[in-house]
């Protein structure tokens, strides 16, 4: 392709709006534009870029015996009104009406409309596995896009749904995915981490994400700093925590006056004791579809909530925060909340406090505190998994210490189990001839998310550093003068041969000052450049490497031979 007919409009200032390196650069360097709130079009290069990661996946996922298809981008609300999810999603899912008055959805995601696919078609256990793929547009709703391609509304996404007979078969296919995907990451040249994870409006039970290490990245991940544990911040687990400083203690459980102590800070200050020893009480508005309702969460004065793990146990679609009000109407005396006593509101214990002893909390009366509290006789669903994991603590597998690190997410893979299936009526006849719901799979990859991760991950303050897999073009001919007919008929002659070879070659034939064209070059990211300048006298021309921007020199009349053993091994 030759430069002089190709179409990227790149950008000498980033878009206002525009923080991180990808949204920046992509635009810049005329990869992508904006056509909206969250809307972006891909341009050639942007399209090419895009077509390599989608073969990836293609070929992984093909191996990996799952089979490609591509249903329609929208989807009628009467499956998801049949699964449950119609109402309860949120208002990313966008709902509208056609002519007709009929309910559709832009499908965010495809549970419904797969599980509508095979139902009444797959109907006998001898005709399972089953995986079935597309790659295609997604629609959220997001109420604030931004950072580009990495939160937008409408993406491009690889989305996966297996159909089993039984729990153990579904296991052995998300351990298949588990290893495509990390194949296809790679075969991307991206460094990657797998992480325990939430599953959120997905549902299900098993969840696993596969996150970007990124210093941009929008997700809090915890690493050990040992063994190979890793995990999402809102599903981390550590080793119990533990503490040698001297406990207190109480001959009995009794109330004690602690004028106008409503922090847990000045509380262990109060006792001369550490916040370990306290008890901490976290009061959140939980919005439900048909009410909304007051929660006390109880965790150890030292800790601190973690919300999705909270609403998680409480089952809510979301937690706010509650009002000084709600608190009043309730009988709740801010700072003084404690589990002994507690009337006509729900509460959760973290499950680091059971059993513990000699505690202190709230009385539950204004300027008042329980000493000597052991956190015995709860009903066992109290005890839910609450905290949020923080650097420094201990890991659960191997008791070495955790580390705090930036993630992008780019997969996520679930184990939905029969959650779908059952709700829509999905079943299949087992080896005893009698109707069982699928057992499924769910796995799910951001495709053109995966173009604005590459480069956060690959980047300098010139502009993208493309991995090879991934470079639109693997070189770039640059004739710093194309007056200079002896430059541009060895260009043109390097570029033709490169071609017949098979080698994806750009030649920048522009009118255009030598300084412009090695801008351009290091915006773009191509893997390499050739320079075909003054130097060409001497039978010189110069190949850089992009990601480190050295310069080798080569001899003109051998180029070829020499692009040969560089350009076809990448």
């Known amino acids: 392709m030759k430069l002089s007919k190709f179409y990227a409009p790149t950008l000498k200032e980033a878009p206002k709006d525009a923080i991180l390196p990808s949204h920046i650069f992509l635009t810049r360097a005329g990869f992508i534009e904006q056509n909206g709130s969250g809307l972006y079009n891909f341009l050639p290069l942007g399209k090419m870029v895009l077509n390599k990661i989608e073969s990836i996946i293609r070929e992984e996922m093909s191996n990996a ?19 449950g999810r119609y109402n309860v999603f949120g208002k990313e899912l966008l709902r509208f009406k056609d ?78 995915m588990h290893e495509a995907y990390s194949r296809i990451l790679k075969r991307l040249g991206l460094d990657f981490r797998v992480v325990e994870a939430d599953s959120g409006a997905i549902g299900g039970s098993g969840s696993k994400e596969f996150m970007i290490l990124a210093k ?48 847990i800070e000045n509380l262990a200050n109060f006792f001369k004791i550490d916040t370990f020893y306290t008890i901490k009480a976290v009061v959140k508005k939980a919005i439900y579809e048909n009410e909304n309702k007051l929660i006390v969460f109880f965790i150890r004065g030292c800790d601190d909530l973690q919300e999705t793990k909270a609403q998680n146990a409480c089952k809510a679609l979301e937690l ?65 998994d609450l905290i949020e994991v923080k650097e420094g603590d201990c890991c659960a597998k191997c008791k070495s210490k955790l580390v705090k690190s930036k993630g992008i997410e780019v997969g996520h893979i679930f184990k939905l189990g029969t959650k779908y299936s059952s709700a829509m009526n999905a079943n299949f006849l087992d080896e005893n001839g009698k109707a069982k719901p699928f057992y499924m799979g769910c796995y799910g990859m951001g495709v053109s998310r995966l173009v604005a991760v590459a480069v956060e991950a690959s980047h300098d303050e010139k502009g993208i550093i493309w991995q090879e897999a991934l470079s639109p073009f693997k070189l770039v001919i640059i004739i710093s003068n194309t007056k200079d007919e002896k430059a541009l008929n060895l260009g043109t002659h390097l570029y033709e041969n490169l071609k017949k070879l098979g080698i994806n070659v750009l030649l920048d034939d522009r009118n255009e000052r030598y300084g412009v064209k090695m801008n351009d070059f290091e915006l773009m990211g191509f893997t390499h450049a050739l320079i075909l300048g003054k130097d060409l006298e001497n039978n010189e021309i110069q190949l850089v490497k992009r990601k480190d921007l050295v310069k080798i020199k080569l001899k003109a009349n051998e180029a070829l031979e020499e692009l040969k053993k560089v350009l076809i091994c990448l």
Not at 217 to 224: A, F, M, N, P, R
Request: hydrophobic share 35%; glycine share 6%.
């Open 65 to 83: 015996g799952a089979l490609e298809t591509s249903l329609s981008f929208t989807t009628p609300a009467s499956l998801w009104q049949e699964s």
């Open 99 to 176: 002519r007709k008055e009929n309910d559709f959805v832009l499908g965010p995601t495809h549970e419904e409309a797969m599980v509508n696919v095979v139902k009444n078609k797959i109907t006998s256990y001898k005709q399972l596995p089953l995986n079935l793929y597309q790659i295609g547009l997604k629609f959220r709703d997001e109420a604030r896009p931004r950072f580009g391609l990495l939160r937008c509304r409408e993406f491009i996404m690889k989305d996966a749904y297996s159909f089993h007979k039984n729990e153990e078969d579904l296991g052995h296919e998300f351990e298949n």
């Open 216 to 263: 941009n990245g929008e997700d809090d991940i915890i690493l050990c700093s040992k063994c190979d544990y890793a995990a999402n911040v809102e599903a981390a687990k550590r080793a119990k925590k533990t503490c040698d400083k001297e406990r207190p203690e109480a001959n009995f459980a009794s109330k004690f006056h602690t004028p106008d102590i409503k922090t």
């Open 320 to 384: 706010v925060d509650a009002s000084d009000e709600e608190l009043k109407n309730a009988g709740l005396n801010a700072g003084f909340i404690g589990f002994i006593g507690l009337k006509n509101v729900d509460f959760y214990v973290d499950n680091e406090l059971k059993n513990e002893k000699q505690m202190i909390m709230g009385a539950n009366e204004k300027d008042y505190h329980l000493i000597g509290i052991d956190v015995v006789n709860l009903n066992e669903e109290r005890f839910k």
